[in-house]
């Protein structure tokens, strides 16, 4: 299918940023320019990613008649006004995640999407695009192992391990009540529902700050930039941690699957580990983004398989997001651009109300109720429902 050639900007230039830019052009998607902190951060970027603008502000990105498609990738408290902001000047928007800080605000937010139908919508869930991810929605959707009966997995790193380890994700005025969960347990949540199609109705979450206090240098360094970066640090401050490094979660899903997730950023050797397994009626599967070209399909009454990421062994519908054959890996870069793919070609045909593959912002606000949930459940030691607005999507 052909790709829209509408030009993009990006609004941030911390580790994401980037990455944006590097899958936009690796589809051929002109990209004006980007947008840092600063307008030192914008030169900076701009001259290293070679870009031909710099924004000073982001007023600036908005009124380049240039641009069509906005991208941002800013810290969470900035999501809602810049999302706004982009909507009321008439530019598609690519949000990453989470979409806002709040359910209130991604209410807001999907109440402004529905306002302007015409206007692409998306929020950058990104793991979905792994080629095996959406092989096994596919076998799910095909009843390849029957009823869902339960699920399990977990999203696992380490760059926030020592005391030492600093990001503005670690603060609540930032990124929102909750870190762990908010920041990469809302991609394993999107990509479970996306791949079983269930709904979860209620949570029993346990979340733990681990690390209670920090030694926040006086100026912070980037994400992921290692503990070599951080111990450098000449000057630093204690800081009390109010978000949670580690989180467990039980799952009740609307079919009567069960479920549970952990989520860790203080695993050491763990840099970025999503694992789901699904176990159905009729066999089960598992995938490990570690080894993001194989998935393992678990039987009872013949021997296992482990099926090797190729496109000639790919459901029809999703081959083309796989871009090698087999034996030639594909990974975390990938997805972005096969989440691209999936958002520029749904520009291009231009039908906004067929379904689409990319999350939209009602998966955004879904995620933040679940998250607002699993902060409640963890407060009251207790089952909660996911408290939804029953006519909010009908």
């Known amino acids: 299918m052909k790709l829209s050639q509408k030009t993009a900007a990006v609004a941030g230039t911390g580790f994401i940023g980037p990455v944006h830019v590097e899958a936009l052009r690796r589809l051929g998607i002109p990209v004006?320019?980007?947008?840092?902190?600063?307008p030192t951060k914008s030169e900076i970027a701009a001259k290293t990613l070679g870009l031909p603008k710099a924004y000073v502000s982001y007023d600036e990105m908005l009124s380049d008649p240039e641009?069509?498609?906005?991208?941002?990738?800013?810290?969470?408290?900035?999501?809602?006004?810049?999302?706004i902001g982009a909507l009321d000047a008439?530019?598609?928007?690519?949000c990453e995640k989470p979409l806002a800080t709040s359910s209130l605000e991604t209410s807001e937010l999907v109440e402004r999407a529905r306002k302007n139908p015409t206007l692409v919508t998306a929020v950058n869930y990104n793991v979905r695009f792994y080629p095996l991810a959406l092989h096994a929605r596919d076998l799910l959707q095909r009843g390849a192992i029957g009823r869902v009966l339960g699920v399990r997995g977990a999203y696992l790193q380490d760059w926030l391990l020592k005391d030492t380890d600093w990001n503005w994700?670690?603060?609540?005025?930032?990124?929102?009540?909750?870190?762990?969960?908010?920041?990469?347990?809302?991609?394993?949540?999107?990509?479970?529902l996306f791949v079983t199609g269930?709904?979860?109705?209620?949570?029993?979450?346990?979340?733990?700050?681990?690390i209670p206090v920090r030694q926040r240098p006086k100026v912070a360094g980037s994400t992921f930039q290692g503990s070599e970066a951080s111990a450098g640090a000449a000057a630093r401050e204690p800081m009390r941690i109010e978000t949670e490094d580690w989180g467990s979660v039980l799952f009740r899903f609307a079919n009567g699957a069960r479920g549970t997730m952990c989520v860790s950023q203080v695993t050491a050797g763990r840099k970025n580990q999503l694992t789901f397994e699904i176990a159905g009626s009729e066999g089960s599967l598992a995938w490990d983004s570690e080894h993001p070209n194989d998935l393992w399909l678990g039987h009872r009454e013949k021997p296992n398989e482990l099926l090797i990421r190729d496109p000639s062994l790919l459901a029809p519908g999703i081959r083309s997001f796989a871009s090698y054959p087999g034996g030639h890996n594909e990974g975390f870069p990938d997805t972005f651009k096969q989440l691209y793919r999936a958002i520029y070609e749904y520009l291009a045909e231009g039908n906004f109300s067929r379904p689409k593959i990319f999350a939209g912002f009602e998966?955004?606000?879904?995620e933040l109720l679940l998250c607002e949930a699993i902060l409640q459940s963890h407060r009251a030691q207790a089952w909660v429902p996911v408290r939804r607005n029953q006519t909010e999507f009908s």
């Open 198 to 210: 269930l709904r979860i109705d209620s949570v029993f979450a346990d979340l733990a700050t681990l």
């Open 67 to 83: 641009v069509e498609v906005v991208h941002i990738t800013t810290p969470n408290r900035q999501h809602r006004e810049m999302v």
């Open 363 to 366: 998966d955004g606000h879904e």
């Open 32 to 38: 004006k320019g980007i947008l840092g902190s600063s």
């Open 169 to 192: 994700r670690l603060l609540v005025e930032e990124g929102g009540e909750l870190r762990a969960v908010g920041d990469i347990g809302t991609h394993w949540m999107d990509l479970i």
């Open 90 to 94: 008439g530019k598609h928007v690519v």
